[in-house]
């Protein structure tokens, strides 16, 4: 168990839709981040918070946005969904900002757009 | 920007053999390097790491030598178990700037018969 978890662990949903997914980082972790992986683009990094604050931006859409709450917990929200954005999505939480700080992945939600 | 280029797969194995994943890497900088690995239905678990040019990661009987002069970090086992059978990533932390997650290769799939 690396204490990232997420909500809801599947989700399917109709084109057009708007969903959240939710991340409860590790106990103490200040950094949170998302990724996507899919079959034809790999695992793609989205987007980091540290203690709230947007931190960096990878390839992240315009219809996707995040956010992170004083508690520390992250939402990432997916809207206009299209077929294409099915995938499994990640959170992952370190202890630090930058460098060769471990990240911790949580199990995932995996994203069935129908 | 970054990159990480390592061999796809499904590389398959009789137990007990030797084990190599070739992974090389482009990136400005000093990157630190990492090595994930996923089991089916699971996150992602940190395997192991290398933070400097010459450092020696290593985990259950898996190593990997991080390589500036040929921007490599092959991760090698002397003698691979069924148990071992899972996706494997390869993976960089840039430290020159820009977005600050992961930079992730596409994995290699490994399967280990009997």
């Known amino acids: 168990d690396s204490g990232v978890t997420q909500t809801p662990k599947h989700l399917i949903t109709a084109t057009g839709q708007r969903v959240t997914l939710r991340c409860s980082p590790r106990s103490g972790d200040l950094s949170v981040y998302w990724y996507q992986q899919s079959l034809d683009q790999g695992l793609q990094f989205l987007i980091q918070y540290y203690n709230g604050e947007e931190r960096a931006k990878g390839n992240i859409l315009e219809r996707f946005s995040a956010q992170q709450f004083p508690d520390l917990h992250s939402e990432l929200n997916l809207s206009s969904l299209e077929l294409g954005d099915s995938a499994l999505y990640f959170c992952a939480s370190s202890g630090a900002g930058t460098g060769g700080t471990e990240a911790f992945f949580g199990q995932g939600t995996r994203l069935t757009v129908v | 920007g970054d990159s990480v280029t390592q061999m796809e797969g499904p590389v398959t194995l009789s137990e007990e053999a030797f084990l190599t994943i070739n992974c090389t890497y482009t990136?400005?900088?000093?990157?630190?390097l990492f090595w994930y690995v996923q089991y089916p239905g699971e996150g992602l678990q940190l395997l192991l790491k290398a933070t400097k040019a010459d450092d020696k990661g290593s985990n259950k009987g898996f190593e990997a030598t991080y390589r500036k002069e040929t921007t490599s970090f092959h991760l090698e086992k002397g003698s691979v178990q069924v148990s071992d059978s899972a996706v494997y990533f390869c993976a960089l932390n840039g430290r020159g700037g820009g977005a600050d997650g992961l930079t992730f290769g596409k994995g290699t799939h490994l399967i280990i018969q009997p």
């Open positions: 990136a400005t900088g000093y990157p630190s």
